[in-house]
């Protein structure tokens, strides 16, 4: 049987043993909500996408109930119809797995795959996860953009790349060219707490993406 050292998967299996915190919560969660898909979440969106978002991890009740990045909370909300205003998505984004929408040019993902208490994994949850988001990465043959959603994503995606972190602090509305032809720009988190204390607004979202998408379209 293969194992996850000898497939260099880019998603985490269903019953992903590796981090025994999350695996705890996991199950601690699949007991009270049996009908969740309490797993690891996996990434969302077609393998030719030339932009690559990531976020920290799932959210208990969005994407850890419905399977799919930031669906099911206020932060996939904002994300969805900021995508639809910039032409990265087909369809009517309806807050569940099966609504029918469909990602154009980009994949969304999560630094770490499983719901983690508090939103927070720990630093060493976040390096045994981070395999499958370098997979992930490498598995993507026309990226040219990653968009990292707060410092931790931002943090994340520059230890995949073995980057110093000095060199590319973060800051939204920020960018930096990570190596020739791949560039990082970095938002704040479209989460509630964020834009319900004004620290991003739509019109600051909009702005990373009209970025993003003058990039590409350069390209």
Not at 81 to 90: A, C, D, I, P, Q
Request: proline share 8%.
């Amino acid at each position: 049987m293969a194992t996850l050292m000898d497939t260099n998967p880019a998603e985490a299996p269903h019953d992903c043993p590796l981090c025994p915190r999350l695996v705890a919560y996991r199950e601690a969660n699949a007991r009270v909500h049996p009908d969740w898909f309490n797993g690891p979440v996996p990434s969302f969106g077609p393998t030719n996408a030339r932009l690559l978002i990531v976020g920290l991890a799932p959210g208990v009740a969005g994407a850890n109930r419905t399977g799919r990045p930031f669906t099911g909370d206020f932060a996939g909300d904002l994300l969805y119809s900021t995508l639809r205003e910039f032409g990265f998505s087909k369809g009517i984004f309806k807050a569940h797995r099966d609504d029918g929408l469909e990602l154009v040019d980009v994949m969304i993902s999560n630094a770490v795959r499983c719901v983690p208490p508090q939103n927070k994994p720990t630093p060493l949850e976040e390096e045994t996860c981070r395999p499958f988001l370098v997979n992930r990465i490498n598995a993507l043959p026309n990226l040219k953009v990653i968009l990292a959603l707060g410092r931790v994503a931002h943090d994340n995606v520059l230890s995949t790349f073995g980057a110093r972190k000095a060199r590319f602090p973060f800051g939204h509305k920020s960018s930096h060219d990570l190596k020739e032809d791949l560039r990082l720009f970095d938002s704040y988190h479209c989460s509630r707490y964020n834009t319900n204390t004004g620290r991003l607004t739509t019109e600051m979202f909009h702005a990373v993406f009209e970025d993003i998408k003058t990039h590409l379209d350069a390209k």
